[in-house]
């Protein structure tokens, strides 16, 4: 009877660790101006060189809106292995989509509260369509669309600006100039919607896209 009542301390005890330990991955600094930890799983092996672009160009978009990026690469770090906190994402590069036609070039998961923390990029498909424009320009763009859907839900898609559904000439021009952005009110709901404390999380389910004609 002692020996099973010490072996639920210890699985209790067990338990209670764990939470701790996952509360401390979870915490986060406070700092300004607001940031967000985005992990990135390249399972297409894009150059390192391409990459550091790609996430410069998005970085770059969030920042106009006041929001750094941390870019986190998943075969560097063992952080992809839990679930992410409150202030983390992840994009998964994949070759090609599981679904949508071959213009869809993404795809974010939202749960039922518009919320959502993971994001695949359709690399192929996006790669056979850039045209005149460089991968890295992009496929940062496209981190940015699908880092914008998770961080502004699932009415994200807007006529203006990055969120767009559906990327023309024109807005395949401004993204070559670097100034397809966030529309300021977007760029106002995605800080209102960082948390101000960071905390574990769990979500899934729904989706938001992005095509190009
Ligand atoms: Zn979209």
């Known amino acids: 009877m002692e020996d099973e009542n010490v072996a639920y301390n210890r699985i209790w005890l067990g338990w209670v660790g764990s939470v701790l330990l996952c509360g401390a991955a979870c915490w986060a600094q406070e700092d300004e101006p607001p940031s967000i930890t985005v992990f990135v799983n390249n399972s297409v092996g894009i ?22 990026v941390h870019w986190r690469n998943c075969a560097e770090t063992s952080d992809c292995r839990r679930p992410p906190c409150s202030n983390e994402f992840v994009l ?33 498909r996006l790669r056979d ?8 320009q992009l496929l940062g763009a496209v981190f940015a669309h699908e880092l914008g859907h998770l961080l502004l839900g699932s009415r994200a898609h807007t006529l203006m600006g990055i969120m767009q559904p559906i990327w ?5 021009r401004r993204i070559a100039m670097g100034n397809l952005t966030f529309t300021p009110e977007q760029q106002r709901m995605m800080k209102d919607r960082l948390p101000s404390e960071t905390v574990a999380v769990t979500s899934i389910a729904g989706r938001g896209r992005l095509g190009l004609q």
């Open 47 to 68: 150059d390192q060189a391409v990459f550091r672009h790609a996430e410069n160009e998005a970085a770059g978009l969030f920042r106009r809106g006041g929001i750094e």
């Open 92 to 124: 998964h590069i994949v070759p090609n989509g599981r679904t949508g036609s071959d213009f869809v070039f993404g795809e974010a998961f939202l749960g039922p509260d518009g919320r959502g923390r993971y994001a695949d990029v359709f690399f192929n």
């Open 129 to 136: 369509a850039q045209g005149s424009l460089s991968i890295a």
């Open 168 to 172: 023309r000439q024109e807005a395949l």
